[in-house]
């Protein structure tokens, strides 16, 4: 089955950094990945998905890229700030069910 | 629109007894729902995946007999959590695909967190 594996699982950055996370898969029949937001206690919220036929994506301060070819995705972040703060997941997704497979998650901090 | 509400967003139990989680797509039809559980400062872990007016498909490793999950409509699943035990304790989030949309995404509920005492 799909293995996802996420990186680093800690990241600290100051205000106005950029911010990357790295995903890699397993399974090369995955063809959606998406990225979610969660903070403490509460639901993830998806903030960017990219599909397996597209090799970039870019929404305002966010991008995701996509090489299929090496089985990674990332997560790009520009321009921080401290309501960026949260953990952040990678997620895989193959087959009519679109079941998700997880990274382990990301802890951003921005410093202000 | 997309909105999918858990019921109760809280629970406390006695070890041994059962809990029923309910998990609602409240302006859309969910073909499918996802059952994932997420222990403290981990990742969101698939249970189960249910599909309304079938059996449940249950990811290796989970106790299908312990993890009672029922799909009655297309709008409300159900997860028993049955003979609990403190181990049982963590935070159970469902998610909802909507059909008919060409979209992918899922669509998460607030969470239920048990605690079993």
């Known amino acids: 089955g799909e293995n996802v594996e996420q990186h680093p699982s800690t990241l600290s950055v100051q205000e106005g950094d950029s911010a990357v996370i790295k995903c890699t898969y397993s399974d090369s029949a995955s063809n959606y990945f998406p990225w979610y937001k969660q903070e403490l206690g509460k639901r993830p919220q998806l903030i960017i998905d990219i599909r397996s036929n597209v090799g970039e994506k870019k929404d305002q301060r966010i991008a995701v890229t996509l090489n299929k070819t090496a089985k990674h995705f990332s997560l790009h972040i520009t321009e921080t700030q401290p309501e960026d703060s949260a953990v952040y997941f990678c997620?895989?997704?193959?087959?009519?069910?679109?079941?998700?497979?997880f990274g382990a998650g990301t802890r951003l901090a921005v410093h202000p | 629109g997309a909105v999918v509400s858990q019921h109760p967003s809280w629970v406390i139990c006695k070890s041994g007894t059962s809990v029923k989680i309910e998990c609602r797509s409240l302006?859309?039809?969910?073909?499918?729902m996802f059952w994932y559980r997420q222990f403290p400062k981990q990742s969101l872990m698939l249970m189960a995946t249910s599909n309304e007016g079938s059996k449940a498909t249950y990811e290796q490793g989970v106790e299908k007999d312990k993890f009672l999950i029922n799909h009655a409509s297309l709008t409300l699943s159900t997860l028993t959590v049955t003979s609990a035990h403190p181990e049982d304790s963590s935070f159970y989030i469902c998610?909802?695909?909507?059909?008919?949309?060409?979209?992918?995404?899922?669509?998460f509920g607030p969470g239920t967190r048990l605690t079993v005492t």
């Open positions: 302006d859309f039809q969910a073909t499918t």
């Open positions: 998610s909802a695909v909507a059909g008919g949309r060409s979209t992918r995404e899922q669509y």
């Open positions: 997620a895989g997704s193959t087959g009519g069910y679109n079941k998700l497979i």
